[in-house]
């Protein structure tokens, strides 16, 4: 956008009244010519060729809190998501708007479908010209043309292979309207490609709005929603073999991450259009559980089939704080080296409650070079009092020496085994559900996780039952971290008050390690 037609983000922001502001002779910024991301410190007015603006009519302000965050992340491709109704794709339209006046501009916004896509363009012919006198409407070639000749194209992909359709284009900003319609990654991926600017203040960016739900919403929820405490930036990362995305070798950055995400959650309450009459939200109330909690809630949690539907990331996910010395620690471990090795440490609140509060989880990783690892990440924890370990891995194979357990005792990381008895599957997914719900007593969940436990936060509620067994949770899926837990909260000592130092000194060293058992 050009300065031309720019008022600043704060007085709209302080909640004041935007339909009419004077604005005095400014200076022309070399800050702001020489700015390359954009920051919403502007709203969107109607556009003027005047360089002195005496009144500004105000055609479109953001939200407070999610859409104004979106509208002004400078991060290389941000989703936007949540409850149906929180103003996504309004916010998608503004988003493009910023650029209009940059001769070198080139804008792709997409829809899944030509139905789709026609009640974006009708939104646009409604917004559009009262921001940028002269901006054009060319229904042939479905593009925005504004005066600086900025161009911004709407269109549609329904098939993967339509990206060919844009072979040899170039765009600066690429927009996709409800991103989980599209059933797999190939197309936002190759149309990565397809971003390119040659103008030093003119950024690239890609930009997403969708609610959870949908074909696609596995894939998106594993780009974007997994990755990070929500709202948090992250360095972009495969999402097939979750390696971080980097400049390959001979680059003069080589090594370093390509670019950032980030998740920026909507509610329908960040929208007050909407969320005041109370109409909408009864609607969406009234639907089928699933569909209420991503719609209603913008839950990207809830998943058909799932075997613990409690789990709610507003409720079990808390922040980090320090643990208090005199809160009992343990880890938990489920070892796999040709798969995942998942380590869960806990803390015990005095009231019983369980805090998750880190997770390890690495491949192909030797047991003596995972006991390394684990001994490093608690070198500052203080006392540990114990550590459970799948019972397999006491397991001798022939006479091949020391179990990889006592291999992982012999340096010096101790461990106790986990129980293996008839029915201890069931018995620990049952002790899972009462934990997961709140306690009577203190209104708190019996186990909450730290937010950087993202692997773990994403497995839990994914986890689906057994279709054989609806009493258990389904062996073949991406279970390492589940079994862990499962180790741990079976383990877990019963409180006593005894145990409790109110003078928070540490309790006393862990016993000498039985070179069998580990205690």
């Not at 789709?116 to 070639?141: A, M, T």
Request: charged share 25%; net charge neutral.
């Amino acid at each position: 956008m050009s300065r031309n037609v720019r008022t600043q983000l704060e007085a709209y922001a302080s909640g004041q009244n935007m339909q009419k502001r004077r604005s005095s002779k400014r200076k022309k910024s070399k800050k702001l010519e020489q700015e390359q991301k954009p920051t919403l410190t502007n709203t969107i007015v109607e556009g003027v060729e005047k360089p002195t603006i005496e009144e500004q009519n105000i055609v479109f302000a953001p939200n407070k809190g999610p859409q104004t965050e979106f509208l002004a992340a400078s991060e290389r491709e941000v989703l936007y998501g949540g409850s149906a109704g929180g103003g996504k794709s309004f916010a998608m339209l503004a988003d493009p708007l910023r650029y209009m006046g940059h001769p070198q501009f080139s804008g792709l916004l997409l829809r899944h479908t030509t139905e789709e896509l026609r009640e974006l363009i009708f939104k646009s012919q409604e917004l559009y010209p009262k921001v940028w006198k002269g901006i054009k409407w060319y229904e042939r070639k479905m593009q925005w043309v504004a005066p600086s000749g900025a161009r911004l194209w709407m269109s549609y992909l329904d098939r993967d292979e339509d990206v060919m359709r844009y072979q040899g284009l170039a765009f600066s900003w690429i927009g996709f309207d409800e991103l989980t319609q599209w059933g797999s990654s190939f197309a936002w991926n190759y149309m990565r490609s397809r971003l390119r600017s040659t103008a030093p203040d003119l950024p690239i960016f890609m930009r997403a709005t969708t609610n959870p739900g949908g074909i696609g919403h596995h894939w998106v929820k594993k780009m974007f929603i997994d990755q990070a405490p929500y709202g948090n930036a992250f360095d972009a990362t495969d999402i097939e073999t979750g390696e971080i995305l980097k400049y390959p070798a001979g680059h003069r950055k080589a090594g370093k991450s390509l670019f950032k995400r980030r998740f920026i959650p909507a509610r329908l309450s960040d929208n007050p259009y909407l969320a005041e009459s109370g109409d909408y939200e009864a609607m969406l109330l009234s639907l089928p559980e699933q569909q209420r909690r991503q719609l209603l809630e913008g839950d990207w949690d809830i998943k058909e089939g799932a075997a613990f539907t409690e789990f709610n990331r507003d409720i079990h996910v808390v922040e980090p704080y320090s643990i208090p010395n005199n809160w009992v620690k343990f880890r938990a471990c489920d070892y796999g080296y040709g798969s995942y090795s998942g380590v869960v440490w806990f803390a015990v609140s005095p009231a019983e409650q369980l805090v998750v509060y880190r997770e390890l989880y690495v491949s192909k990783v030797l047991a003596t070079d995972l006991a390394d690892m684990v001994l490093d990440l608690e070198s500052g924890d203080g006392n540990m009092k114990y550590g459970v370990l799948d019972s397999s891995l006491w397991h001798k194979r022939g006479d091949t020496g020391p179990s990889l357990a006592e291999q992982m005792i012999i340096r010096g990381c101790r461990w106790r085994p986990s129980d293996r008895s008839k029915g201890s599957r069931v018995s620990g997914k049952n002790e899972l559900h009462r934990r997961l719900q709140v306690d009577e007593f203190t209104e708190e969940p019996r186990l909450v996780f730290f937010n950087n436990c993202v692997n773990l936060i994403s497995q839990i509620p994914a986890i689906p039952l057994d279709k054989k067994n609806p009493e258990d949770v389904d062996t073949k899926s991406e279970d390492h971290l589940y079994d862990a837990l499962r180790y741990g909260i079976m383990s877990r000592p019963r409180f006593s008050i005894f145990d409790y130092d109110p003078m928070g000194t540490p309790t006393s060293s862990m016993p000498i390690a039985d070179t069998t058992f580990g205690y």
